[in-house]
């Protein structure tokens, strides 16, 4: 018999055909005892992810999501904006059996699967933000960036979103997780993480090969009150998506995990690792951690 099984993707952009039905052919393949983490960015569209909810659910013992960014553009979507777009993927979680909060999984080894809920601080926030400024280019990424296109927030809301978003895991944060965490989240924790090298050495190069010189990724990647919140979980492993580019790190106790499906462009290009478009299994009952 096959053991229960921890498997992680994000960002798997269905609404490229290739991605969903890649998916779909993997979640066929006898899954009907792991839980699922699909860590946002999987479609704007409702209709499509109600599809995707009621496929991966049939095939699934439990299907766990955070919505990333975009799902929460309100274009196509027939909400007046992203904040009522987000308590409508709630509640369709909620009809479909998706889970938005803490599970606890396994028989014998036993693992908690905790969400954090997040958004990103921009450079207004320097306390949490995961800004680096790049000295050589204008930044243009407010005319550039999709989030601030097609992403529509009601004029009265408290901000920073990213604290909004945070807020709301504070209620199971105040839990004793007696088990192994695996926390996830959609945007990144760590400014470290945005860089495949050293932030000196990812500068130098980036001031030489920047093939985006006028777009700051930094301003729109993330939040360190996710760091803090994972840290006040007791994370083992703690996955998140958004940026594409796929890593393990391992900083003071914490495995961080990218597993991003990513576009199919970026998997030829090699942006993407092609063996990404499937789930990564990250933990099981008869071993544990995997990773
Ligand atoms: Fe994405
Ligand atoms: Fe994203």
Do not use: C, S, T
């Given at each position: 018999m096959i053991p229960s099984r921890v498997w992680v993707i994000s960002d798997i952009h269905i609404d490229y055909q290739e991605n969903f039905d890649r998916l779909l052919e993997f979640a066929a393949r006898r899954h009907h005892s792991d839980a699922l983490i699909v860590a946002g960015d999987a479609t704007d569209r409702l209709d499509r992810l109600e599809a995707l909810f009621r496929e991966l659910t049939e095939q699934f013992l439990h299907v766990l999501f955070v919505p990333g960014n975009h799902e929460l553009w309100v274009r196509r979507s027939g909400h007046d904006d992203s904040l009522k777009k987000f308590h409508a993927i709630k509640a369709l979680c909620r009809e479909t059996g998706v889970k938005m909060e803490p599970l606890l999984m396994g028989q014998y080894q036993k693992v908690w699967l905790v969400p954090l809920l997040s958004w990103y601080d921009d450079k207004d926030q320097p306390e949490h933000s995961l800004y680096v400024e790049k000295d050589y280019a204008e930044d243009r990424t407010d005319e550039m960036w999709g989030d601030f296109?097609?992403?529509?927030?009601?004029?009265?809301?408290?901000?920073?979103?990213a604290r909004l978003f945070a807020d709301q895991n504070e209620g199971f944060l105040q839990r004793e997780f007696q088990h192994p965490v695996i926390s996830f989240s959609h945007f990144l924790p760590r400014q470290d993480l945005i860089f495949h090298k050293p932030l000196a050495d990812a500068m130098a190069l980036a001031?030489?090969?920047?093939p985006l010189p006028e777009f700051n990724f930094s301003r729109v990647a993330g939040s360190y009150r996710i760091e803090e919140q994972l840290r006040r979980l007791g994370s083992?492993?703690?996955?998140?998506?958004?940026?594409?580019?796929?890593?393990?790190?391992?900083?003071?106790?914490v495995t961080y995990l990218s597993h991003c499906m990513g576009y199919p462009k970026e998997r030829q290009r090699g942006h993407v690792p092609a063996d990404a478009i499937e789930p990564l299994c990250v933990w099981r009952d008869d071993t544990g951690f995997t990773i």
């Open positions: 296109i097609h992403a529509r927030w009601p004029a009265d809301l408290a901000q920073p979103l001031r030489k090969f920047d083992r492993l703690h996955v998140y998506g958004h940026q594409h580019r796929n890593r393990q790190r391992h900083i003071e106790g």
